[in-house]
């Protein structure tokens, strides 16, 4: 019996997972593609009056694009869909500001916990911007801020590194899952508390855009896009002008301009993407532009930011250290003499159920016995002193 010996080249031995939702799969959630309430740029220039050449990046020798981010970590996500959006936002703030102040960068989690356009396993970019304006409408504020709550590359489905170690209910839509912190360690006291004003982002329109010169056009006019493209021709890519052809849309990525190859004369798109700096030329890669290189001209997306805290405009809520005067819901603390019975966990959990820890201390169990190992949870206060001896 012969054994047959199949090698796989190595580019063909790791296919780009589809992190992007399809027209249907926006329409099954109910995602609404637009709402424009001026005149697109597409409809108020001609291309033909567009510079060769133009960067966000570098106006005047100014950069007026925000930080890069990487989805991979912590753990992996596919969340290329919020990042992609989420950076081109944050650009076209930092352009309204005129680059004036410390730039002001969004929370993807927040996304993740609390839109209906994705997970971890995918979503659509037009999809944040269409949450994000939904919930500017419904509730006056928008999405918060990376500082009030952090990447974790955790939704409540995916059970990739230490996502599902932890209660589901850290990814669910609470009040604490929006805006957070933590005043210090639980051992001396300390608790994380939601905080209930925010700094936060709300947007006026949004639509979608393709064909290379309406892009350029709405880049030129407002400020970055977000697009899908096919990875697969990026994973190894080093550097120069790709005009690899794409198969089908699996990723998103963010265009901050364009330019022309010096040694080529090669016209090409100055691409952002999330994985990081160490990826490509700091983090971007130059994909051609014109001839729908990556299928990059396909399918974009765009927002008008209208609202955003900051000092100058307005609006920011000074909480105190511990986030006490801005907690409008949380339960106090538990005290820090429950380790005999409720472990940290045990607290911790209790906590993220908006509950206490109960641990049966002698102030509640007059047998002065305790109650071993019968750690719950409940709405009554129960360690509220020093717990009974083992």
Not at 299 to 323: I, L, Q, Y
Request: glycine residues 12%; charged residues 15%; hydrophobic residues 30%.
């Amino acid at each position: 019996m012969k054994l047959l010996l199949l090698i796989i080249p190595a580019s063909l031995a790791f296919s780009h997972r589809n992190e992007v939702w399809t027209r249907e799969q926006e329409d099954a959630a109910g995602i609404i593609r637009e709402r424009i309430t001026s005149p697109p740029p597409r409809l108020l220039l001609d291309a033909e009056n567009l510079p060769a050449s133009f960067s966000w990046a570098d106006v005047g020798g100014v950069s007026l694009v925000t930080k890069s981010l990487n989805q991979h970590i912590p753990q992996y996500c596919g969340s290329c869909w919020a990042h992609g959006a989420i950076s081109a936002l944050s650009d076209r703030i930092k352009i309204a500001r005129k680059g004036k102040g410390v730039d002001i960068n969004l929370s993807v989690q927040h996304v993740l916990n609390c839109g209906d356009a994705g997970s971890c396993h995918g979503g659509s970019a037009l999809g944040v911007y269409s949450w994000i304006a939904s919930i500017s409408n419904k509730t006056g504020s928008g999405i918060t801020y990376d500082t009030c709550n952090p990447y974790l590359a955790c939704s409540a489905e995916s059970s990739e590194g230490f996502c599902a170690t932890v209660p589901t209910e850290t990814w669910e839509c609470r009040a604490e899952n929006v805006c957070r912190t933590c005043s210090t360690f639980t051992d001396l006291g300390g608790a994380c508390v939601e905080v209930d004003h925010y700094p936060n982002v709300t947007v006026s329109q949004y639509g979608p855009v393709s064909g290379a010169d309406d892009m350029a056009k709405e880049i030129y006019t407002r400020g970055p896009i977000a697009c899908g493209v096919d990875a697969e021709p990026l994973h190894n890519y080093s550097g120069g002008v790709t005009s690899a052809p794409g198969v089908g849309i699996n990723h998103i990525v963010s265009i901050t301009g364009w330019g022309v190859d010096s040694a080529t004369g090669v016209e090409y798109w100055e691409m952002r993407n999330s994985w990081g700096e160490y990826w490509g030329e700091m983090g971007y890669a130059k994909v051609a532009k014109g001839v729908n290189a990556l299928l990059i001209e396909d399918s974009c997306s765009w927002a008008v930011p209208e609202r955003w805290t900051s000092m100058d405009k307005g609006g920011n809520f000074p909480c105190h250290e511990d986030g006490g005067n801005c907690n409008e819901h949380q339960p106090p603390p538990s005290p820090k003499h429950c380790y005999s019975y409720c472990t940290k966990q045990a607290i911790f959990i209790c906590e993220e159920l908006g509950m206490f820890c109960n641990c049966g201390d002698a102030q509640f169990n007059t047998t002065g016995k305790g109650m071993p190992h019968g750690t719950s949870c409940g709405h009554t206060q129960g360690c509220s002193g020093k717990c009974a001896a083992p």
